[in-house]
């Protein structure tokens, strides 16, 4: 991690040492690419797909301490983008505990809806006399599937002058540019909260979390697409209850794939992160792998 942190500030020494056309030519091609970006994400909705997810907690030792493994598909009923779970842990669930999965995943569903809807109210309201912000990465509808709003845990509005050409590489036999962004605005709930001290606490949070985290891109330029996000916060000396457990390695990847040709859609998602307690290192991984994309309005069977 501090390594990292080194290799940040020298890279945005570098950047700034840049002649002004350089860091212009960047900034046009992220700015395509991040259109690119939308254009993609706009898609998702526009299929349906099977979902394999795993969590796995290991104690000092590589002992595990917990875990799971399940697996769901999406399908649309009555307009709606439903979580159907298949398996757990390998067993097959019954068609009653299906259903059952099914009108609770509704229920949140809807419940997540609301509270969108009345954060975006209180935004539109708290901004209306404000200037008109930086384009963003278009919020998530009324009701979309929630497979979409996991996609956009790497959304961020394009910031010119925030990125930095670090090297060449290749992905899956592509050659891509590998680019860092120092994000100022990732970290923003857009709510107001009814208690000032919280409030304010909240923007302090996130104004530090902003200050300490960085974002790869690794972007095949000639097609303006994303191939691999990859999110490190880099210190989180800052957040509350240090004294009980440390939060360190902090890692998020995000890899797209092309199911279909010149669509590329979420492949995986795999998250990991590793907390020093008394009793030693705890270390968690969280994994979504995304599969066997279909148009939404194909007919077909739950497995």
Request: avoid cysteine; hydrophobic fraction near 40%.
């Amino acid at each position: 991690m501090r390594t990292a942190l080194a290799a940040l500030l020298g890279v945005a020494i570098l950047a700034t040492a840049r002649p002004a056309s350089q860091a212009t030519d960047l900034d046009q091609l992220m700015a395509r690419v991040l259109a690119r970006r939308d254009e993609n994400w706009k898609k998702l909705q526009q299929y349906v797909l099977d979902e394999r997810e795993s969590f796995t907690l290991t104690g000092p030792g590589g002992v595990r301490l917990y875990g799971f493994r399940r697996d769901y598909t999406w399908f649309m009923r009555d307009g709606v983008f439903i979580r159907s779970p298949l398996r757990a842990d390998g067993v097959t669930l019954t068609e009653a505990d299906r259903r059952r999965a099914e009108a609770e995943w509704l229920h949140r569903e809807q419940r997540r809806a609301e509270r969108r809807r009345a954060r975006e109210a209180e935004t539109a309201s708290a901004e209306s006399a404000a200037a008109p912000a930086p384009s963003a990465a278009p919020g998530p509808s009324a009701f979309e599937p929630a497979f979409v709003s996991y996609a956009y845990f790497l959304r961020f509005t394009f910031e010119p002058n925030h990125y930095a050409l670090v090297g060449r590489e290749q992905i899956d036999g592509r050659p891509v540019l590998r680019i860092e962004y120092y994000p100022t605005a990732l970290f923003t709930e857009g709510r107001t909260r009814p208690n000032r001290r919280v409030r304010d606490r909240d923007a302090e949070v996130e104004e530090k979390m902003n200050k300490v985290s960085l974002v790869t891109l690794w972007v095949d330029a000639e097609r303006h697409q994303i191939l691999q996000y990859t999110f490190d916060d880099i210190d989180m000396d800052f957040l509350p209850g240090r004294s009980m457990a440390r939060v360190d390695d902090v890692k998020a990847t995000m890899r797209m794939g092309q199911p279909f040709p010149g669509v590329w859609l979420p492949r995986d998602i795999d998250m990991q992160f590793r907390m020093m307690m008394a009793i030693g290192a705890i270390d968690a991984r969280y994994r979504v792998e995304y599969h066997d994309y279909r148009q939404a309005d194909v007919t077909y069977r739950i497995r």
